[in-house]
Structures are given as structure tokens and as C-alpha cells.
């Protein structure tokens, strides 16, 4: 993997319904420089799946409604998706992990945890996974498709070709799933810390809109005085 790919911050979905400790985990994943987002019951966390494509699911059991083995079980069996999971739970039994395991799961720990814990197997999971799928490794985003180690971007299946800060540019916006990203983010990552001109990064996001809208995508929004994110439906240049 190049530098530039992994200087680009990776994200996690947290699957927990007991909001202190989702967002204990939450803190503690974003002061490590991931993108983390919670989600509180597995019918959202599928929602999510269906749409973002998380570097590692850090999921409970015990969830209201469908649990933990059954989201596991259509993550793997029904999407097909090869997301490391790493289970948080209080089931300690030898008959609980082994359910876990044999459902799919890549790792298992037991509540109470510490942090520091979930932050070292968080980083493994993810670290393996990279090494094992890194050449087929693809972010998606409603009409967007990017195959990361081909650097191939695909509008409805259509090729669009980018220069190489615009692809970093639609890397970035594809990794946040639909949040903003902030402008010393942009900055960061595409002038490693070389201050850039004070139109540079809009250039940047102007070269990439005009190649993606020439495939009918405007999906680009412009949050003023923060950042800029990806959208589900058209958004206008601004």
C-alpha cells in the first residue's frame, strides 16, 4: 500500500445499543484518528452495511431486536461481506464464542474490556485485513464505485479517469460515507502538513466535480465554513 493510502483514516462501525459504552468507544477510536459512527440496533447497522463499507464492525450480542449472531450471519451468508467483526459482549461462555467464531466473527472480547484492548485488536483486525484483500479492496457510494489498488473509479459502471489529488480527494469523501469532511482533513492528507495556496483544495474538489458530472454525478455538497461530503442525491456546486 502506498503512503498516501495509509495516511487516510479508517473507519469503524460500532453495533452497540448501550449508548455509554458506544460512545466511550466512539472517543476513544476518533482520539486514534478513525472515522467511527454508532449504531444502535441491527436493522440500522444492515441499513448502513448496504450502503458504507467500514474498515471492521465492532459488534455487541445482546442488541434489541435481531442479535448480534443473526446481523453477523447476514453479513456473511446473505451480503457476503468479508468486514472483519470484532465482537464486544458480556456472554463469556465457552458455547457463546464458539457461536461467535463459527458464525463468522474474527476476534472476541469479553465485557468489561479496556480500551486500550479494543484499540490494538481494532488495529490488528484491520491491519490483517489489509494485507489479505488490499488488491480488491473497493469503496462504494450510491452511483460511485473505486477499486483502491487499480485506482479505477466507475460512475454506474462507467470509467471516469481522475488525476491523482482528485482521486485522493474522492478516496477521502467515499472513506467518510456521507459525513463531512473538514477542510484541515483535505489539507492534511493531500499537502502533508506543505501549507497549500488558499485556492488549491477548492480547485482540487472543482477538477473532481466537472469529471464525475460528466458522467451525470453532482452528488459533491458543500458544507460552508466546515467541509464538504458526499450525498445521496445531487447536490449543486457552491
Keep these: 500500500m502506498s503512503n498516501s493510502q495509509q495516511q487516510i483514516p479508517y473507519t ?3 453495533v452497540e445499543d448501550e449508548l455509554s459504552i458506544a460512545e466511550n468507544l466512539l472517543l476513544a477510536l476518533e482520539s486514534e484518528g478513525f472515522i467511527a459512527d454508532i449504531t444502535r440496533d441491527a436493522k440500522s447497522a444492515l441499513e448502513k452495511l448496504a450502503h458504507e ?18 446481523l ?3 453479513m456473511r451468508e ?23 467464531f463459527s458464525g463468522g466473527a474474527d476476534d472476541y472480547l ?9 484499540l490494538m485488536r ?5 491491519r490483517r485485513s489489509r494485507q489479505l484483500s488490499d488488491t480488491a479492496f473497493v469503496l462504494s457510494h450510491g452511483p460511485l464505485r473505486y477499486v483502491v ?3 479505477l473509479v466507475t460512475v454506474d459502471g ?3 479517469k481522475l488525476a491523482r489529488k482528485s482521486l485522493m480527494v474522492l478516496e477521502l469523501l467515499m472513506r467518510y460515507g456521507g459525513r463531512v469532511v473538514p477542510r484541515q482533513r483535505f489539507e492534511d492528507y493531500l499537502w502533508q502538513g506543505e501549507p497549500p495556496s488558499a485556492e488549491a483544495l477548492r480547485s482540487q474538489l472543482h477538477l473532481l466535480r466537472k469529471a464525475l458530472n460528466s458522467l451525470g454525478y453532482d452528488g459533491i455538497e458543500t458544507v460552508h465554513n466546515i467541509g464538504w461530503r458526499l450525498t445521496d442525491s445531487p447536490a449543486n456546486e457552491t
Design 72 to 74: 453477523l450471519r447476514q
Design 149 to 151: 489498488a487499480d485506482q
Design 122 to 126: 481494532a488495529k490488528a483486525l484491520i
Design 78 to 100: 446473505d451480503m457476503q461481506l468479508a468486514t472483519p467483526v470484532l465482537i464486544l459482549t458480556a456472554r463469556a461462555a465457552l458455547e457463546d464464542k464458539s457461536q461467535g
Design 12 to 14: 469503524v462501525l460500532i
Design 53 to 70: 463499507s467500514p474498515d471492521l464492525v465492532l459488534l455487541d450480542i445482546g442488541l434489541p431486536g435481531m442479535d448480534g449472531y443473526h
Design 158 to 160: 462507467r470509467e471516469v
Design 110 to 118: 469479553t465485557k468489561p474490556f479496556a480500551l486500550e484492548e479494543v
